[in-house]
């Protein structure tokens, strides 16, 4: 339910945030592919929607500069399958529609809560690469020239390019960037990138400067492209699937990542599952009438709370706003130069760097600093999804190392009768064990994975020959998996084979269960010898020397 509590700092924020998007959601669309009309349609669809559906109050929704990077390779390829835009708009809308089926259906599924685990280096490499990627697709526009569709093409017809360079366009671009970047220094009340495209459209039209031009917009409200969808060859329908996915992936990165953002600045927290229903609804509405896909927009969204915007209401007043520009500033949007564009997603890519991450490359571990760089060149040169997947991979390899390490230096054994204070746990001191002169006690801390099973494995060979009995201590294991099951039992049945007595200390909830269900327990250690407290383990083995 939408409560108005706070209608007029609802009002300032979300009629600021919608004055921040305007620029931003034009150049997206452009930068797309399929227009800026493409870029307003679609911050004022998904604006809306999950304003009102989502999860996050305060959040502002829009194209953003990672989305439209994934927007505008799969534009580029449904063009070169089809031909032309026409005929490739069903191929290029189902697919983004999907992406929002897909969000829905990760709410549903509570997906959001584990985007947390995903490592900074990752998170760090991949917003970096997008930067670069925005950046580099900004070199012909600035030139004045078409971009190319991909990275590669950009760097190898660039010596052609050059001798066709429009100096005109190259100015203006600067003259963006320079306004956008000083401007704020001036005043923060108008925001310096609506100032700049202003500005510089302005001049530019006074005096019929000799550069590219967005070109005429629709007037009024947009239609329905339902015919465009339903006309698709449904036997290409699976050429959208992974295209969908991985915008649907990343829309929920970029979505929740500004939420958390949010919820630091407002002490709030947000419903992360809720958030991505409403992101997903938001992208099949834009998708119907022709909208680009997008996210939950950081510098919108904070720009939207710092204006006095505290409710879903600033969304709705932002989307409104967009809607009400169209439809009476529309016409004028077709004088805006592509190259002031290029100023600004030149500076919407400097603000995507990691600028932190990166300058602190070299002082932190090689590990973290080696994903950064593989996720960062990934994401450029090869593919977003495979980015994010490979450096996840190579962080879970890293954290099963240094975990097997962890698990190495804290897994001992020694004999009870020794007292060495520096092993012995603090229930192990109270005890009198000094008798027992062959009974040993063998720690393990930490979770028993499949990343130390062979450290695990490899402790068998360590036992010394005398032992009569070996005491597992399990009370800082708090969970085993297959792996680590299948390993204690090898090490624990060679342990037997040499006529030796294993018995568990205090094993936790979840140890405990998988011991039992999987037939460990009473089948390879009998019940009697599991014992609550190191205490019982002692009276055992009084009464078993007696």
């Not at 992360?272 to 939950?296: C, F, M, T, Y």
């Not at 004088?335 to 002082?363: C, Q």
């Amino acid at each position: 339910m939408i409560k108005i509590n706070n209608f007029k700092g609802d009002l300032f924020g979300g009629i600021t945030a919608g004055i921040v998007a305007l620029p931003l959601a034009l150049a997206f669309g452009v930068q797309s592919g399929m227009g800026a009309s493409a870029g307003l349609y679609g911050a004022m669809a998904l604006g809306l929607f999950a304003a009102i559906f989502g999860g996050t109050k305060t959040q502002i929704s829009g194209p953003t500069g990672p989305m439209t990077v994934v927007s505008a390779t799969i534009v580029s390829s449904a063009i070169a399958k089809y031909g032309s835009i026409d005929s490739a708009l069903g191929l290029i809308l189902i697919t983004f529609a999907l992406s929002g089926a897909f969000q829905i259906l990760f709410g549903f599924l509570k997906i959001g809560k584990y985007i947390k685990f995903i490592p900074y280096p990752v998170l760090s490499g991949f917003m970096s690469g997008i930067g670069v990627i925005i950046i580099i697709f900004q070199i012909f526009p600035v030139m004045g020239l078409n971009s190319p569709s991909k990275i590669i093409s950009v760097f190898t017809e660039l010596p052609d390019a050059i001798s066709q360079v429009n100096f005109t366009s190259i100015i203006i671009a600067l003259i963006t960037v320079v306004v956008i970047y000083v401007f704020p220094r001036l005043t923060k009340v108008v925001p310096g990138t609506l100032v700049a495209l202003i500005g510089v459209s302005g001049v530019c039209y006074f005096l019929q400067c000799d550069t590219p031009l967005i070109g005429a917009m629709p007037s009024g409200l947009p239609a329905l492209k339902v015919g465009s969808i339903i006309n698709i060859e449904w036997s290409d329908l699976s050429l959208a699937l992974m295209p969908a996915i991985t915008l649907a992936g990343l829309g929920t990165i970029d979505s929740l990542l500004t939420s958390v953002v949010a919820d630091n600045v407002t002490r709030t927290r947000h419903n992360s599952n809720k958030e991505l229903i409403g992101q997903g609804i938001g992208n099949i509405v834009a998708s119907l009438i022709g909208g680009i896909p997008g996210a939950g927009a950081t510098m919108r969204t904070v720009v939207n709370i710092n204006s006095g915007g505290h409710s879903r209401i600033s969304g709705i007043i932002h989307a409104l706003l967009l809607v009400l520009i169209l439809l009476g500033l529309g016409q004028l949007v077709a004088y805006i130069p592509l190259a002031a564009l290029a100023g600004v997603l030149i500076t919407v890519g400097i603000s995507i760097l990691d600028m932190k991450g990166l300058k602190n490359i070299l002082n932190v571990s090689r590990s973290d600093a080696v994903i950064l760089i593989v996720v960062l060149i990934l994401t450029v040169f090869v593919d977003l999804l495979q980015a994010v997947g490979i450096g996840m991979v190579l962080a879970s390899l890293v954290f099963m190392r240094k975990a097997s390490e962890s698990a190495e230096a804290n897994t001992s054994l020694q004999r009870v009768a020794e007292g060495d204070t520096e092993l012995a746990w603090e229930d192990e001191m109270k005890l009198n064990m000094d008798k027992y002169q062959h009974v040993y006690i063998k720690h393990i801390e930490g979770p028993v994975f499949f990343g130390i099973a062979s450290k695990i494995m490899e402790r068998v060979n360590l036992i010394p020959e005398d032992a009569k009995v070996v005491i597992f201590r399990l009370q800082r294991v708090p969970f085993i998996d297959q792996s680590g099951l299948y390993a204690l039992e090898e090490v624990i049945r060679e342990m037997q084979l040499q006529g030796i007595t294993v018995v568990l200390s205090r094993p936790q909830k979840q140890p405990l269960y998988l011991l039992k269900k999987n037939g460990f327990i009473p089948g390879i250690i009998p019940e009697d010898h599991v014992f609550e407290e190191l205490e019982d383990c002692a009276k055992w083995l009084r009464k078993r020397e007696n």
